[in-house]
Nanobody, 125 residues
Framework: QVQLVESGGGLVQAGGSLRLSCAAS????????MGWFRQAPAKEREFVAGISRAGGTTVYADSVKGRFTISRDNAKNTVYLQMNSLKPEDRAVYYC??????????????????WGQGTQVTVSS
């Protein structure tokens, strides 16, 4: 069992930056690939970024590539999402999640067994 708690969301102007954190407790997070997803109002949840267990491999949605960076500190059981050059369309609730599936499949939400409660990101234009 893994408990995930996100933090760092808030209101920022377009072009600004935020860093989200996801603190894991319970079983050590280094056993899991980690991902960030988001869900905007009236839209389906979508994959944002993923990182392998040791942090050596990452994958991003095309919409955030070059602007967002996922990282992890396994000693602190924490995963981060650095978001730069934010756009109004990045507005959403952001969720972190933990997966033991093969890394090649972690863009799919159903591959994740554990989810946080989400943190709201709002970008004003």
């Amino acid at each position: 069992q893994v408990q995930l708690v996100e933090s760092g969301g808030g209101l920022v102007q377009a072009g600004g930056s935020l860093r989200l954190s996801c603190a894991a407790s319970g079983r050590t997070s280094s056993n899991y690939h980690m991902g960030w997803f988001r869900q905007a109002p009236a839209k389906e949840r979508e994959f944002v970024a993923g990182i392998s267990r040791a942090g050596g491999t990452t994958v991003y949605a095309d919409s955030v590539k070059g602007r967002f960076t996922i990282s992890r500190d396994n000693a602190k059981n924490t995963v981060y999402l650095q978001m730069n050059s934010l756009k109004p369309e990045d507005r959403a609730v952001y969720y972190c999640a933990a997966s033991q599936a093969a890394f090649g499949t972690i863009t799919e939400g159903y591959q994740y067994a554990y989810w946080g409660q989400g943190t709201q990101v709002t970008v004003s234009s």
